[in-house]
């Protein structure tokens, strides 16, 4: 069974530098939810990726969950950087931020987890994914993977708030 998509618009603010993508659907049981998407490159912090998902409850009753995760198929010649990516989020119900047990997913080249909210409609559940991407051409290569776990640590603590602000400076 397929979803139905009621609604879809992407957008680029240029000046802001965020892309934006919105969806409204509907399952084959004919529950409804929205979706926005704000993705920030952040060039203040070159190697900060920052993503804020927020799906909210149209009609539906029961549990939605989000999987952020890391896709690791990369192809590294002989002489290219090493790189080392590091995730943390911030998971939101109804604009608290919350605090869940998430379900840690990892496969041969993949890696993430599920967490989620009961939610009844007119709810909004909301994750903020930030990702750090350490290169070797920038870090030396044996604290890659300490520099990127800092940094993700740190982009936490900083928000999407202040390093969305630092972006458009």
């Keep these: 069974a397929q979803w139905d998509v009621n609604s879809f618009s992407r957008r680029l603010d240029m000046k802001a530098g965020i892309s934006y993508r919105d969806f409204e659907i509907t399952s ?6 929205r979706v926005h998407v704000e993705h920030i490159n952040n060039m203040a912090h070159p190697d900060l990726c920052l993503i ?8 539906y009753t029961g549990r939605i969950s989000l999987i952020p995760s890391l896709d690791a198929i990369i ?6 950087p090493q790189v080392c990516y590091a995730m943390t989020y911030q998971f939101f119900k109804n604009g608290k ?6 379900i840690r997913i990892e496969k041969e080249k993949q890696t993430g987890f599920s967490i989620g909210a009961d939610v009844k409609p007119g709810d909004n559940v909301m994750l903020i994914k930030y990702t750090v991407i350490s290169s070797s051409l920038y870090d030396e290569r044996q604290e890659l993977i300490e520099h990127s776990i800092a940094k993700a640590r ?16």
Excluded: M
């Design 28 to 33: 084959p049981k004919g529950h409804q939810i």
């Design 97 to 102: 931020e919350a605090t869940s047990n998430p």
């Design 75 to 80: 192809v590294n010649k002989d002489d290219d």
């Design 154 to 169: 740190q982009t936490k603590i900083d928000g999407w708030d202040k390093l969305g602000n630092d972006h458009q400076q």
């Design 52 to 59: 804020k998902y927020s799906v909210t409850s149209i009609n």
